[in-house]
């Protein structure tokens, strides 16, 4: 029986994604949201800081890499969209080595079916 439960890991990586959603899509808090830095030639883009342990640089990297690999997921969509889609590929990545636990089941994002949504 599969139970969906994320691992502490990929709840981080939840978590930090779907707060940038929100702020980005807010545009609150105000101080955060003036500390990202939008790609100019792509709005669903996020230009990243310095490498750091910190939010301003950590969530925009996942941010970035998640598109990499779910398609046509931006700042446009509906949070919940967004959540649903991050979730499935999260899950996804997680179950991929389940017999023999590995790094990637930590640190990748991974496509299923469910995550091709049609542009708007």
């Known amino acids: ?16 994604i779907m707060e940038l959603v929100k702020i980005v899509q807010s545009k609150e808090p105000g101080p955060l949201y003036q500390a990202l ?14 490498p750091s342990i910190y939010f301003l640089y950590k969530a925009p990297w996942l941010w ?3 598109r990499k690999t779910v398609r046509n997921i931006g700042f446009e ?3 919940n969209l967004i959540k649903s889609l991050l979730r499935n590929s999260l899950l996804s990545a997680q179950d991929q080595n389940l017999e023999n636990w590995c790094k990637s089941n930590f640190i990748e994002f991974a496509e299923s079916l469910a995550d091709e949504i049609e542009p708007e």
């Open 1 to 16: 029986m599969r139970h969906k439960l994320l691992t502490v890991q990929n709840i981080y990586r939840l978590r930090s």
């Open 37 to 50: 830095s939008i790609s100019i030639r792509n709005n669903n883009r996020l230009l990243t800081p310095e």
């Open 64 to 66: 970035n890499n998640l």
């Open 77 to 79: 969509n509906d949070e």
